[in-house]
C-alpha cells in the first residue's frame, strides 16, 4: 500500500461575480409613493427586509451612525434617499455631453479619487429620483430649443446609474425615451457590469454606453466597491454585440511606476477580450488625473491608508470652471500620458475614434 497521500489537483478558485447594490438603510421623501416607480422601490425594500424610514426631505437625513468621518461615510454610501427630482434646469456637461440628465446622485463606489466626494460635500448618501417622466419632459424642451442639432445627456454626471438600475429601471425608461427621439442621445459611464436587462431594449443606437477602465494599479489601488476589469469588459462585449454604441473613458489617468506598461497592457487586453464588432464605431475619452485643495483634504480623511499621489509641488496649477484651482500635471507629463496612450489605442483599434483628453 502506497504511503504517499496523492496530490490534489490544483483548484482554481472563480472569483465570485460583484453582487448588485444592496442599501442598509433607505429613506423615502413621501411624496414619492404616489409615483409607481416609488412603490415598486418600496416593495422590493420590503422584499428585501431592508429597514426603512420616511422622512421629509433629503436635507433632513443627518445623524447617521458611525464614530469616525470615515465611517460615516462607509455607512452613508449604503444609504439610499427615494425622492423627486426638483431642480428640471439640467447643467451642462462638457467636454462629453451637452447637458447632465438627473436621474441619481451618489454613488456605492469608493473610488478615492471620485470628484463626488467634493460636489457632494455633507450629503454622500445616494438619492434616487421617482419622477423620470418630469425629468423627460425637461429634456424633450431641451432637445426642441436646440433643433435642428442633436442634444446629447449625459446621465452618469453625478452617479453610476448601471449600479442602481436593478432598484430604479430609469435608463431604461430614458434609453427608450431616446430611442424615440431623432435629435436626442443619451450616454453614460459605468464602472459596474450589470447590463443584462438593458440588452435587449431597442436603444435604435442613440445611447452610448462606456466603460470606466484603467491600468490595473490604479483598478487595485483605488477603486473599491467597484466591478473587476474583467466584468466590465465581458459586459461591454455584451454592450457591443446588443448593437449599442460603445466607448471607454481612461479616467483617471495616473502617473505612476510602470505607467507605460500599465496602460500598454489595458490597451492590449481590451483589443484581447472584445468582440470584433465592438472595434466599430468605438470612442475614448482620457482624463488625467486632477485634484483641487478641498478634495485633497477630504479623500486624506476618508481614505487615510490612500496611496494616491496628490503632492500639489508636482503638479500645475490650473484654473476650474467652479471657481477653484485644480492640480493636474505638468504639461510634459501630460503629454507623455496623452501620445503614449494614443498612440497604444490606435495600434489596437484603427477604427477607433478619441473624443478628448482633458
Ligand atoms: S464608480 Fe464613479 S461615481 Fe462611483 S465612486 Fe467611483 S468614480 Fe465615483
Request: hydrophobic fraction near 35%; charge should be positive; glycine fraction near 6%.
Amino acid at each position: 500500500m502506497s504511503t504517499v497521500t496523492p496530490k490534489r489537483p490544483a483548484v482554481r478558485r472563480q472569483k465570485r461575480p460583484t453582487a448588485p447594490f444592496m442599501p442598509e438603510l433607505v429613506f423615502f421623501e413621501p411624496n414619492a409613493l404616489n409615483y409607481p416607480k416609488g412603490e415598486r422601490i418600496m416593495e422590493w425594500v420590503k422584499s428585501n427586509n431592508i429597514p426603512y424610514r420616511m422622512t421629509t426631505s433629503h436635507n433632513r437625513i443627518t445623524n447617521l451612525p458611525g464614530e469616525t468621518e470615515s465611517e460615516q461615510y462607509k455607512i452613508a454610501k449604503r444609504t439610499l434617499v427615494v425622492g423627486l427630482r426638483k431642480t428640471l434646469t439640467f447643467d451642462q456637461s462638457k467636454p462629453s455631453a451637452d447637458y447632465a440628465i438627473p436621474i441619481a446622485t451618489g454613488c456605492m463606489g469608493h473610488c478615492h479619487y471620485c470628484y463626488l466626494q467634493t460636489t457632494l460635500g455633507a450629503k454622500p448618501y445616494i438619492r434616487v429620483y421617482v419622477n423620470t417622466d418630469d425629468v423627460m419632459d425637461a429634456a424633450k424642451k431641451y432637445i426642441e430649443e436646440r433643433s435642428p442639432e442633436i442634444t446629447t445627456f449625459e446621465a452618469a454626471c453625478t452617479s453610476d446609474p448601471l449600479g442602481l438600475e436593478h432598484i430604479t429601471g430609469s435608463l431604461e425608461e430614458l434609453i427608450n425615451f431616446m430611442a424615440k427621439e431623432p435629435l436626442g442621445r443619451l450616454r453614460f459611464v459605468t464602472k459596474y457590469q450589470h447590463v443584462d436587462p438593458l440588452l435587449k431594449l431597442q436603444h435604435n443606437g442613440h445611447t452610448r454606453i462606456r466603460f470606466s477602465v484603467n491600468a490595473d494599479y490604479v483598478i487595485k489601488n483605488f477603486e473599491p466597491a467597484t466591478a473587476r476589469f474583467e466584468e466590465r469588459i465581458e459586459a461591454a462585449g455584451k454592450v457591443a454585440r446588443a448593437g449599442y454604441p460603445l466607448g471607454f473613458i481612461i479616467a483617471p489617468i495616473i502617473w505612476h511606476d510602470g505607467w507605460q506598461e500599465g496602460y500598454a497592457e489595458l490597451l492590449s487586453k481590451l483589443a484581447e477580450a472584445l468582440p470584433p464588432e465592438a472595434g466599430k464605431g468605438l470612442t475614448f475619452e482620457m482624463i488625467q488625473h486632477r485634484f483641487t485643495k478641498t478634495a485633497k483634504t477630504v479623500i486624506e480623511k476618508r481614505y487615510p491608508k490612500s496611496k494616491l499621489e496628490m503632492d500639489i509641488e508636482k503638479r500645475k496649477k490650473k484654473w476650474g470652471r467652479w471657481g477653484q484651482n485644480k492640480y493636474v500635471y505638468p504639461d510634459e507629463q501630460q503629454t507623455a500620458l496623452r501620445e503614449f496612450i494614443t498612440e497604444r489605442i490606435f495600434e489596437h483599434f484603427p477604427e477607433g475614434k478619441i473624443d478628448y483628453f482633458t
